[in-house]
């Protein structure tokens, strides 16, 4: 009988992918097979995120969860960036924890369920050309890496230190992948980096010229592939050559990530982000201007070290006039092996909470509006989900997600959608016949 794998991941899409690729090797070069069943489980995996500090402290409670749940034998493995930069002084906390892989050592796997106590979380490994079996979560969407690791040393960011340096994954292993996944119905590809339009910058078998921008027009040329999107990519290197493609090229789905972090300059040059309030907003505005129906997401940080009020009012104001369409917004978090934990003037947790709670509230409130327009536009919709009630979800290229009446035979579909109805997270709309 097969043995059976069960595994939780956090956190951000390469964490999806990272998890992918385990289960992959698990499942094709080992005899494993996956389970839901924590109880049934002869090997449990937990795909961890480092970003943020709560995570951190939630995942011994986690394990030691799993570990009372466990059937005797089970084995459990701390894999991805909390594993990269605790290693060993995980082990040596809750010593049932059979093994610990660091997030740029997936393709050790297999040697570590043979293992006992292996802990490999080499910075240096370098994997971006070692070529993993296949396995996917959505026959509909593919989620491809273009480079691991991330060069960028944000002041606030652990990704540097557990992801470690960045390399580029070589264009033709890309665009084989691309290909096969496209050609196994995948028709969207979702390509992955921590900072994906820094793509070319270095690869690890010879040089090459090639940027970002070359990247997505060899993917678009691929006929099985109808769509193309990407995360994250750096508002710095949004050069006008990179938002023409991004305007003009029909696969390229017309939603952008623009990560600001924070409207003030001064914060941002304290972050080392590399550009000013001037040049995001230049950006987003042109990128307005040239795709008049672009959905526009963002990362913001709250109480970095050193924000005054009068920071974190040029952050609202940013917010104000792009009208982003969707906020990920966060307290900052000191993080260890990050200069800015150790910046004077750290923001006190009750003036970061109320900041965090008037940013959420004043966009929820602009949602309202943002929303309304979509109404009574038609939009083309790729169906990839059935819901409750008897609905269909999809999105739409700009990203939102958009229910329907409907059922099975619409998955997989590019299908036109009239807005009937709006919500802040959501629209719901009829199939146009
Ligand atoms: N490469 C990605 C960033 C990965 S981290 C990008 O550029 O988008 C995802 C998000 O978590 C960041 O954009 C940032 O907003 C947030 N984040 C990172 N470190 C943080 C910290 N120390 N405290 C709070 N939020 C943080
Ligand atoms: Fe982190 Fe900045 Fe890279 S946010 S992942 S160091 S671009």
Redesign the pocket.
Known sequence: MKKKLYIETLG?AMNVRDSEHMIAELTQKEDFTLTNSLEDADLILINTCS???KPVHKLFSEIGYFNKKKKADAKIGVCGCTASHLGEEIIKKAPYVSFVLGARNVSKITEVIKKPKAVEVDLDYDESTYAFSDFRSSPYKAFINISIG?D?K?T????PNTRGEEISIPPELIVQEAKKAAKNGAKEIFLL???VNNYGRRFSDKERNIDFTDLLKMVSEIEEVKRIRF????PLHMDDRFLEEFANNPKICKSM?M?L?SGSTKILRAMKRGYTKEWFLDRAMKLREMVPDVHIST???VGFPGESEEDFAHTIDVVKEVGFEQI?S??????PL?P?KDYPNQVDDSTASKRLSYLQELHFSMLDTISQKELGKVYEVYFEELKPGGYVAGRSSNNWIVKVKGSEELLGKFVDVKITKTGRLSLEGELIA
Request: aromatic share 12%; glycine share 4%; proline share 9%.
């Open positions: 951000c970003v943020r500090e991330c960028k944000c606030f960011c652990i990704v980096g921590q900072n995360t994250s990519p750096h990530h990560p972090q990362d913001i940080i990920f966060f307290k900052y978090s000191p993080r990050t800015a």
